[in-house]
């Protein structure tokens, strides 16, 4: 079988739809990746993957998303696929038109989160909605990565037999090593006594950053690790005046971008992720397959995965102070750090393990 997978831009392919094409090769099915060029790419490609370089936009200009419209009709036109499976809220909805308008047999969709739960303007979230509506109406197969995702498709009627597959991460990258401390806490100029609380996120308004600095300022025991980085595609307020005005000192430490995230994570104490809205947050999985206490905002997706008292702390989003106070609990206390990280542990093995939600997506595609 040949399917297409049509992602917005390279960040997507290569954080959340890799490991599935994997999967898919290994059952057999060629596998094309559709998506905006970037260099995030080139691993997928030096995988042995195909990956169209379309022209996908994340804005709402309708001009772009036209040309995006007929050049995604253009490839599924020449390679014709058996397959359309689309990604994200925009280039999923493009992905799903144009598979409908030239016969693809079969058209799936993996909605990461509606835009409509997302902040703004009413008119965008009553214009998400629609697409969203619209989009159901043809679609094939409908999955969502959380629980409270496929409830809302369903009970708003965008798609009656919308099903929840999760997200997940290998364990065997993710996981607790004790040996890796020492060695990052070292080149990172951090104390091995210090409590590290630690966020791995694009830098974005609407991930919380802001007010984990603030809550921070009242968190005296604890350092904070700073990973990721601002795509170029990426909209709304610059955070560096935020970062400059934090007034951490030494205990605030940017990391950027760094292709060794689980070792960071396995150096770390706590994780945070203070997030406005969430689809089921994978940097989330990461850190409880590390064995780390969560502290997350009560959100979407995020309040699915963090049991509060049990695997870490939910706060109210937009909100310091709480989020001081919740990371003023696990830094003053390690034997509850340790007790939350193994519940949370052992809840991401049992509900979060990649190779389990590729194998139950891959068999809701029939695949």
């Known amino acids: 079988m040949k399917i297409l997978e049509v992602v917005h831009i390279d960040f997507g392919i290569r954080q959340f739809v890799w490991p599935l094409m994997q999967a898919m090769r290994a059952r057999g099915h060629q596998v094309i990746g559709v998506c905006a060029d970037g260099p995030?790419?080139?691993?997928?490609?030096?995988?042995?993957?195909?990956?169209?370089?379309?022209?996908?936009?994340?804005?709402?200009?309708?001009?772009?998303?036209?040309?995006?419209f007929k050049a995604l009709r253009a490839l599924i036109r020449a390679e014709k696929p058996d397959m359309v499976h689309g990604h994200f809220p925009i280039s999923g909805f493009l992905a799903r038109a144009a598979a409908w308008a030239e016969g693809v047999p079969h058209i799936a969709y993996t909605c990461h989160g509606f835009l409509f739960h997302q902040p703004g303007p009413l008119w965008k979230r009553a214009?998400?909605?629609?697409?969203?509506?619209?989009?159901?109406?043809?679609?094939?197969?409908?999955?969502?990565?959380?629980?409270?995702?496929?409830?809302?498709?369903?009970?708003?009627?965008?798609?009656?037999?919308?099903?929840?597959?999760?997200?997940?991460?290998?364990?065997?990258?993710?996981?607790?090593?004790?040996?890796?401390?020492?060695?990052?806490?070292?080149?990172?100029?951090?104390?091995?006594?210090?409590?590290?609380?630690?966020?791995?996120?694009?830098?974005?308004?609407?991930?919380?950053?802001?007010?984990?600095?603030?809550?921070?300022?009242?968190?005296?025991?604890?350092?904070?690790?700073?990973?990721?980085?601002?795509?170029?595609?990426?909209?709304?307020?610059?955070?560096?005046?935020?970062?400059?005005?934090?007034?951490?000192?030494?205990?605030?430490?940017?990391?950027?971008?760094?292709?060794?995230?689980?070792?960071?994570?396995?150096?770390?104490?706590?994780?945070?992720?203070?997030s406005h809205s969430e689809g089921l947050p994978m940097s989330v999985i990461e850190a409880m397959l590390t064995g780390l206490p969560v502290v997350a905002t009560n959100v979407r997706g995020s309040r699915e995965q963090v049991v509060e008292g049990e695997t870490g702390f939910l706060v109210p989003a937009y909100e310091s102070a709480p989020l001081a106070a919740a990371l003023n609990r696990l830094t003053g206390d390690s034997a509850l750090r340790a007790r939350m990280g193994q519940a949370g542990l052992a809840r991401a093995r049992e509900k979060y393990v990649e190779d389990v939600v590729i194998s139950r997506t891959l068999d809701l595609l029939k695949l």
């Open 127 to 274: 214009l998400s909605f629609v697409v969203e509506w619209v989009g159901g109406k043809l679609t094939h197969t409908f999955l969502t990565v959380s629980e409270e995702a496929a409830t809302d498709a369903r009970k708003l009627y965008i798609h009656s037999q919308a099903t929840a597959v999760g997200n997940g991460r290998d364990p065997a990258r993710y996981r607790p090593a004790p040996e890796t401390r020492a060695r990052i806490r070292a080149e990172l100029g951090t104390p091995e006594d210090a409590v590290v609380v630690v966020i791995v996120s694009r830098l974005v308004w609407g991930k919380g950053h802001p007010e984990l600095l603030a809550a921070m300022r009242d968190v005296p025991g604890a350092v904070l690790w700073v990973v990721g980085n601002r795509l170029t595609t990426d909209h709304g307020r610059d955070l560096e005046p935020f970062f400059q005005q934090a007034g951490l000192g030494d205990r605030l430490v940017r990391l950027g971008h760094r292709d060794d995230v689980p070792d960071v994570l396995a150096a770390s104490d706590i994780f945070a992720l203070p």
């Open 40 to 68: 995030l790419l080139e691993p997928v490609r030096q995988d042995g993957f195909d990956v169209r370089a379309l022209p996908m936009a994340r804005s709402l200009n309708p001009v772009a998303q036209w040309r995006a």
